[in-house]
């Protein structure tokens, strides 16, 4: 075996720093030339590639329509991106959606580039995108939109520079800025302006803000028909007050709470207005007798929030519209001139008007709301201010003591002008007892169907139901043949009442035709086949919960008739192993 010797040279001579130094430097040369001559190289092969990317995106079939309808899809795009502004969350310092189209490929950008209008919408853009928005968009007037007062706060000089452009303005400022952007729209008449909304994030702020004056737009706004102002203050004589259609001011500064008669002035000046909402939460100063109504002939919605009973009466005896105007009332608790409310809003209650077909309420321990329409069905679901056009009534009010009784909706529905009552929908999270029912059976004789859901139980309607006469017409609810009970705690034994009195009524010939069950508990299927015998049609969704404390087994049953039967302490044991909803205050639900 050959053994190496130490001494034997292996070929590696040490080298100094600045040799290995020289060495890198020589060796990183090299990588660069090499490097430079490769994307040399590969630049032309590149732009080959994204040439036949495009190529490939010019056979696709969206390619092969005319510019004209691009655009117009294009258009849609950017319009569905501003309603969607109205609706949901600010799109904070993104791309514009113009500007991402143009990035879809040359055929794309061509159009969109030659179309100004697609650069005109200005929703939450960044300062960064505006230079070039603001010059593809040539001389198309501009639709501004900031619901966001941290993206306004870094352009609203540069938004408010395009001023005379503007034609839909819609801004939201931090307190301590508003007085720079009032500086701003004073600084030039807005001859493009049809739509002006300003509100102000107040928050737990408490600076002063000075008004909107009379120089805001320079006075010169003659295309202005739509104003909303939130949490902000101005004054009524200002021109922005003046022509309009639509006016929704809410939430005024103290310092802008006007007088009976400042704002009946200002509403002289529009006797074109159509929409009209007002919050007006503190009580109106009636400082001058005034003789004559203010006629608002083309007015067709009028809402009022957060508005005192007496308030509404005192603005409604002043103001003469057309009968079939639809109201929305949000009301403070409501006091003993309910009738005053009702007799100011319908001065001409004979006159020609349309027919109240149905009603809704909904009932809750802090609040009640009750809805007139013309339709037998409610497509909307708002209480306040629906958008459903059928709804010709909407009232809504904070209970106190005196007024948290049921019953107070059917005082409300004998006020109702040209009433016909044939369908009932009723959301309660109180027990409606026999007098609920009772009133309802007097005033609602024409009552043709009942939708019931989220109350406790049906005890007070069965009751109701049993009752009557030898008669047809001695019958509670003798036009009822449509019953429907959503979330509702049947008792036990109930379902066989219901079944008694299918038959009972049958007998008189006013029996119920229809009767549909959703998510009802303590409901099996026995009992809905009993029901099945006398009802021509039954709809269950075959939801089957009972209502049994603790694990099912031996917690005893929770239905409102076993509850009456078991002592004071069994019935609290039983509802703290249970998810029942037990309200202590429940007592203050009995009207009775």
Not at 175 to 191: G, T, Y
Not at 199 to 225: C, E, N, W, Y
Not at 241 to 264: C, H
């Amino acid at each position: 075996m050959m053994t190496l010797s130490t001494s034997t040279s292996l070929d590696i001579i040490p080298r100094t720093g600045s040799a290995v130094t020289e060495h890198c430097r020589v060796t990183h040369s090299h990588v660069d030339k090499d490097m430079s001559g490769f994307i040399k190289d590969m630049t032309p092969l590149a732009e080959s590639l994204r040439d036949l990317c495009s190529r490939r995106i010019t056979f696709s079939c969206i390619s092969w329509l005319p510019p004209e309808i691009l655009t117009t899809i294009f258009t849609y795009i950017v319009e569905e991106d501003t309603l969607k502004s109205h609706t949901g969350t600010p799109r904070h310092c993104a791309a514009p959606i113009s500007m991402i189209i143009t990035h879809v490929c040359r055929h794309w950008r061509q159009v969109a580039l030659e179309c100004p209008t697609l650069w005109a919408s200005l929703n939450c853009v960044s300062a960064n995108w505006l230079d070039i928005m603001f010059e593809r968009s040539k001389k198309a007037t501009l639709v501004v939109i900031y619901r966001s007062p941290g993206s306004l706060r870094k352009c609203f000089q540069q938004i408010l520079s395009q001023l005379p452009r503007i034609k839909f303005l819609q801004l939201c400022s931090y307190p301590w800025e508003v007085n720079r952007i009032l500086d701003c729209l004073s600084s030039q008449p807005a001859p493009s302006l049809q739509t002006f909304k300003f509100s102000v994030a107040r928050k737990s702020h408490t600076r002063v803000i000075r008004p909107i004056s009379d120089a805001v737009f320079q006075g010169q706004a003659p295309l202005l028909r739509s104003v909303e102002l939130k949490e902000c203050t101005f004054s009524w004589t200002s021109c922005i007050f003046s022509g309009l259609r639509t006016l929704d001011v809410r939430r005024i500064g103290s310092a802008s709470y006007p007088t009976l008669s400042q704002l009946l002035s200002a509403l002289r000046r529009m006797p074109e207005l159509e929409q009209l909402t007002f919050g007006l939460s503190s009580r109106i100063s009636e400082d001058a007798e005034l003789s004559d109504q203010v006629p608002l002939t083309r007015l067709k919605n009028i809402a009022l929030d957060a508005c005192t009973l007496r308030n509404a009466v005192s603005l409604f005896s002043c103001l003469a519209f057309p009968v079939n105007v639809k109201i929305a009332l949000n009301l403070a608790p409501i006091g003993s001139c309910l009738s005053d409310l009702f007799s100011a809003m319908y001065k001409d209650p004979d006159g020609p008007r349309h027919i109240i077909r149905s009603m809704r309420a909904s009932l809750s321990y802090h609040t009640f709301g009750v809805q007139f329409g013309t339709s037998m069905a409610f497509k909307s679901e708002y209480f306040w201010d629906p958008r459903d056009d059928d709804i010709l009534l909407s009232i809504q009010f904070k209970c106190s003591s005196s007024t948290r009784k049921p019953p107070i909706i059917f005082d409300m529905c004998q006020m109702v002008p040209r009433r016909q009552i044939q369908s009932l929908f009723v959301t309660s999270s109180l027990c409606l007892q026999h007098n609920f029912w009772s009133v309802g059976s007097t005033d609602l004789p024409e009552l043709e169907s009942v939708q019931l859901s989220g109350t406790c139980n049906i005890r007070g309607l069965i009751a109701v139901l049993q009752s009557g006469g030898t008669q047809s017409s001695d019958m509670a609810y003798p036009s009822l043949h449509t019953l429907e009970l959503e979330n509702i705690d049947f008792g036990c034994g109930e379902a066989e009442e219901l079944q008694d009195i299918v038959i009972m009524r049958a007998g008189h010939g006013v029996g119920i035709h229809e009767l549909r069950l959703v998510k009802c508990r303590n409901l099996v299927d026995d009992r809905v086949q009993l029901l099945r015998e006398v009802v021509t049609n039954v709809d269950w969704d075959g939801h089957e919960e009972g209502l049994v404390g603790g694990d099912g087994s031996g917690g005893g049953c929770l239905c409102h008739i076993c509850r009456d039967e078991s002592s004071g302490e069994d019935y609290m044991q039983a509802l703290l192993h249970s998810d029942y909803d037990y309200d202590p205050d429940s007592d203050a639900y009995s009207e009775d």
